[in-house]
């Protein structure tokens, strides 16, 4: 192949025990290039209708992007795609590190998982080899034995590893998958298909070069050497490296839009005390990072104090910080990073996991669950302790940790009365840590997006409202506007659907969210090159960002087969309600205002505003009009 491709699949079916190799030609892959495009045209075609999350028919699909395993900094990422266990429509994690650009090594540009094993199995690929293996002794183990013993089995330690925790044995509703220990594929429950389908792992060793694949292998490693360079001179990847994502507490607090206490609020009275500086200074250990990556935005942690944590894990990141912290009322940094290693060794979704606590703590604190089901848990706002001992239960299924490892939807249904205003989610999954009332393009977001409430569709609308902005000069190729942050308006709806396009294409071609403009410091004529350079196709941008579009109709198309109506793309009724305390204390989002944004957004899309499908006209425009005779079938 000379389109940066093997144009390689590997099929598993557990059930069976078998494995085998399809190919796909030129054609098929300019129109599902990798990524969440590859994955949601197979589970689209593939999964029988209404089939459920734990069934083994459920199909998991681990795909590389066009450009993962690319040597220059941010082309790491593959995704995981599924039917979720937690929303029951489509499923999306994406991650990055080691794994997605060693299976491209070996060769494959996706793995598609099938039926279930009879017992505890990991897979192992090196190259053209595949084998189903035993893992009994794996199963119940902490991600670090697993990834060890693996290692020693096979006698090589450059091998890289995918696998699930305790969470996803146990079929926690919001458990991930992990490579290298630090690197998440967190959200909509993909380590619990995994869990269902006895798979503990996918150890990956592969001797390619991307070289070997790519058209114009140079122009993609003298792009390499300028991005190395450009780190540490562009203000926003700079800022990555300086302090990652934990740098963002201080900022949202001041704007008043750092989630506090199930959202409620807006800034945290003991902000100061999970402060950047506090962080550096108390826990902070090494700076890590992903394939070829020069940002290292990754942070290592470890405690030797009151709580002793791991530097196995990684260190908390924004969101760990905020959904384990101020959102359950908790300011013990120290906490917060044990809190954090339990999330990554059980492999819960930290956001998911926080997001839930919060919400147990407020139903408590209304008198809707007590004590008894507590089991002597004193579970209010602020309760350290509390929230850590949650973590272990709902890791291992333990009294009322089995509840929440429902997610908020499913435990406000059980728990009845007022419960499901206190659930923080959309579709079942629950909020990340950006509260859209100061940026209201993230509301949209969290409404249409198919894998629920996803804080990496678009780029936020603050990174964009300032014309003189790096981040707004980067993307104003694509043709976007520069507009206040709480706008909500047709023209802020146009705006977020050429972002999105934009975004949803980084997760086909394998570009971290942290790499292209605007949110960093990859400029879109070099994203459009460097697909060029390893496919030898003469893309643009506004190609690229049809290849993102596409994606996003199949996505869709496979929720609105399952029986998704506009009635999921709504917010929690807290957002159209005051924020209580911050800089933005009274703000909230106009209901009237949202929907309008959303009629217009439906438009923009070429979606039914009732049903919200794709329109034929639509899909014949993305040269996928297959999709509207699938469903049209009854």
């Not at 795909?63 to 979720?84: C, E, H, K, Q």
């Not at 330690?157 to 044995?169: F, P, S, T, V």
């Not at 490296?241 to 201080?250: E, F, H, M, R, Y």
Request: glycine letters at 10%; hydrophobic letters at 40%; proline letters at 4%.
């Amino acid at each position: 192949m000379t389109y940066g491709t093997t144009g390689k699949i590997l099929r598993v079916d557990l059930t069976n025990r078998t494995t085998r190799v399809e190919t796909f030609d030129e054609a098929f892959y300019r129109v599902y290039p990798g990524g969440k495009a590859l994955a949601a045209y197979i589970l689209l075609r593939e999964l029988p209708r209404g089939a459920e999350p734990f069934d083994p028919a459920n199909i998991l699909v681990l795909a590389n992007g066009v450009l993962t395993g690319a040597p220059f900094s941010t082309a790491t990422r593959y995704t995981v795609i599924a039917r979720s266990p937690l929303t029951r429509g489509f499923g999306e994690a994406e991650a990055g590190g080691f794994w997605g650009p060693e299976l491209k090594m070996a060769g494959w540009e996706a793995v598609v998982i099938t039926g279930r094993a009879e017992k505890p199995v990991y897979l192992w690929i090196k190259n053209d080899q595949v084998e189903i293996r035993d893992a009994r002794h794996l199963w119940g183990r902490d991600p670090e034995e697993v990834q060890n013993t693996i290692r020693a089995e096979l006698s090589d330690k450059l091998i890289r590893i995918l696998q699930i925790g305790i969470g996803g044995e146990n079929l926690v509703r919001f458990a991930g998958l992990t490579n290298e220990l630090r690197h998440f594929n967190a959200r909509t429950g993909m380590g619990a298909v995994m869990g269902s389908k006895n798979l503990r792992a996918v150890a990956v060793r592969g001797t390619t070069r991307y070289a070997d694949l790519a058209q114009d292998p140079k122009t993609i490693a003298a792009l390499g050497t300028t991005l190395a360079k450009r780190v540490k001179e562009h203000p926003q990847s700079w800022d990555l490296q300086s302090k990652g994502t934990p740098g963002l507490v201080d900022g949202l607090n001041a704007a008043g839009i750092l989630p506090t206490r199930n959202f409620h609020q807006g800034a945290f009275e003991n902000v100061d005390d999970i402060k950047w500086e506090k962080y550096e200074k108390e826990l902070l250990t090494a700076r890590r990072s992903c394939y070829a990556c020069a940002v290292r935005c990754k942070r290592e942690v470890k405690v030797d104090n009151r709580y002793q944590v791991s530097d196995a894990y990684g260190g908390p990141e924004y969101e760990s910080l905020d959904s384990l912290g101020p959102n359950c009322g908790i300011g013990d940094l120290q906490a917060l990073a044990k809190a954090n290693e339990l999330c990554n060794r059980y492999l819960l979704d930290s956001i998911s996991c926080g997001a839930t606590i919060a919400f147990a703590m407020e139903c408590f604190e209304h008198g809707l669950i007590g004590l008894k089901e507590t089991g002597g848990i004193d579970l209010r706002f602020g309760n350290t302790e509390a929230m850590l001992t949650m973590i272990e239960l709902i890791a291992k299924r333990q009294g009322i940790g089995d509840l929440l490892a429902e997610g908020t939807r499913r435990a406000a249904e059980i728990i009845g009365g007022d419960a499901r205003y206190f659930a923080m989610q959309v579709k079942g999954q629950e909020l990340p840590m950006h509260d859209p009332r100061g940026k209201t393009a993230v509301g949209l977001m969290y409404a249409i997006n198919e894998a629920g409430a996803d804080h990496l569709a678009a780029a936020h609308d603050t990174v964009l409202a300032n014309p003189d902005s790096v981040g707004f000069k980067g993307a104003a190729p694509l043709g976007i506007e520069a507009l206040p942050a709480r706008e909500l308006s047709e023209r802020k709806a146009r705006t977020y659907f050429i972002l999105e396009n934009w975004v949803s294409a980084e997760k086909v071609t394998g570009l971290c969210y942290f790499g292209p403009t605007p949110r960093s410091f990859i400029q879109v004529d070099e994203v459009v090159n460097a697909l060029r350079a390893a496919t030898g196709w003469d893309v643009t941008a506004q190609e690229v960002m049809r290849i993102g579009e596409r994606a996003t109709n199949l996505a869709r198309a496979f929720n609105v087969r399952e029986g998704f109506t506009r009635q999921q793309d709504i917010l929690p009724e807290r957002l159209h309600q005051p924020l209580e305390n911050g800089a933005l204390a009274g703000a909230l989002i106009s209901k009237e205002e949202f929907n309008n944004a959303m009629n217009a957004l439906y438009r923009l899309k070429g979606w039914d505003p009732v049903t919200t499908a794709p329109t034929r006209a639509k899909l014949r425009e993305l040269g996928i009009e297959w999709v509207a005779d699938l469903l049209e079938e009854k």
